[in-house]
Each structure stands twice: as structure tokens, then as C-alpha cells.
């Protein structure tokens, strides 16, 4: 039988009383509301896999490097599930935790595989939101931040139709606190029919970002993927996976 714990939605005010439980139940739930993932697409099931690697230079030239593997699955009801697995090197990813998104029950739920625990967050009218293209999404920056858009002519990628679009920024000096001009360049191939990012490269002196799609089916996924192990400890919650706090003993 699973272990139930009742959580309460608190105020902002909450957060400095219940840092553990923020820590614990927030970040990888908030990280996956706003991922370019967080849209729901129904009727286009499809399992995936991505690799991203993240290079930081360093003052004497040389740079740091992180790899991290996600892998993701969404069926026909637009249910959609994500692992992470992070290393220092490029090394087989171990994978923790996993978010569940889910539209049928307007709920996001948070798996600690290491743990076998669980926490479900019956989420705001409206917070779960269709997909929207990467054309259609606002464009924040910085005052003085000039940026440039360019859409570039399609390609296949796996057998994949995908549509490329190129964003550039170039931060004068003094923009972000910065002494000279910083011109980053962001180049993303999109699916349109899957509504999944294939390929996407981050050029920046402070950041090189390379993320690509390695693995993909368009088979439907285990509907047990989306629901929490039945020897898992389970808590629940209502509100912002941000603003929350353990009360036990129910």
C-alpha cells in the first residue's frame, strides 16, 4: 500500500520554512513546466532520445564540458515523460529522477527512482498549455539586446521533415554589465509534425551549447511510463510545485 502524505499550497513567505521541501519536490517539476517540451501535443506518440553537451571556457583557454542524456516519451493523449542523466564526462548517464506531465488529470508528477518516492501536484486551471511553435513564442531580452531572426530552408534529419531557424543577439557593451560587444548565436531544426526540437547549437564566448535528438520511434509508449509505481511512497499537493510544504502523519 502506498504511503500518502497530504500537501498543502503555501504563499512565497512558505519557501524560507520548508526549504527541503522545495529543494526535494520543486526543481526538476518547475525545470519541466518550462521546458520547450511543456506543450501538449496529442495524437502524435513518439519516444526519444537527447544528448546535450554544454562547454563553459575557462580564463586560461581551456574549457569544461558537461554531457547530459535526456530521454522522453509522449503517447496519443499527449501525456509526456522525461529522465534526465548528467556526468562530467562522456560516460553512460545515470537517471534519478523523472517528470510525468499529465493533461488527462491536470497533474505533474515527480519520480525519485532512487528513493521509490513520488510526489503529484494537482496543478492550476491553465498551467498545462498546448504546444506552441518556436515562431510563436516571445522573445525576452534585455534592453538594448539587438536580435536578428532568420528562418533557414528545410532538411531531413533521421527521415525527419525539420525547419530551421536561426536567432542572433548582440549585447553592446554596458547591456548586461559587459565591457565589449557579446554576439551569441542560436541555431535550432524543429519538426513540425512531431513538435520536437532535432538539432539545436549555442554559440557564445561565455557557453557552446550541441543538442541532438539520437534515438527516435514513433511507437506508442508503455502507458505505465506515465504512472507511479504502485511500491512507490507517494505524496500530493495542489498548487505550484514551488509552494509547498509536507504536513505528515495523514
Known sequence: ???????LAISVLALAVAPAAVAQYGGAAMAALNGDDAGI?????CVWVEKIATTTPRADGT??????????????????????????DDQN??????TVLDPMTNTITTLHMDTKTATVVHLPPGTLHPYVDADDREMLAAPGVHIKTEDIPGKEI???????R?????????????D???????ERWDAPDLKIMMTRTLSDPRE????????????????????VPSDYAMNEAQGSPLHQVIIPGH
Open 208 to 227: 557552446q551549447i550541441e543538442s541532438e535528438v539520437t534515438e527516435l520511434n514513433r511507437a506508442e509508449p508503455d502507458a505505465a511510463l506515465f504512472q
Open 41 to 45: 501535443v496529442k495524437g502524435e506518440p
Open 166 to 178: 536561426r536567432v542572433t543577439r548582440t549585447r553592446p557593451p554596458g547591456t548586461i554589465g559587459n
Open 63 to 88: 574549457g569544461v564540458t558537461r554531457y547530459k542524456t535526456e530521454r522522453k516519451w509522449r503517447d496519443s493523449q499527449g501525456r509526456f515523460r522525461r529522465e534526465i542523466g548528467v556526468t562530467n
Open 158 to 164: 533521421m527521415g525527419v521533415h525539420v525547419l530551421g
Open 93 to 98: 548517464p545515470v537517471f534519478q529522477i523523472a
Open 180 to 186: 565589449r560587444t557579446i554576439v551569441s548565436v542560436n
Open 1 to 7: 500500500m502506498r504511503l500518502r502524505n497530504i500537501v
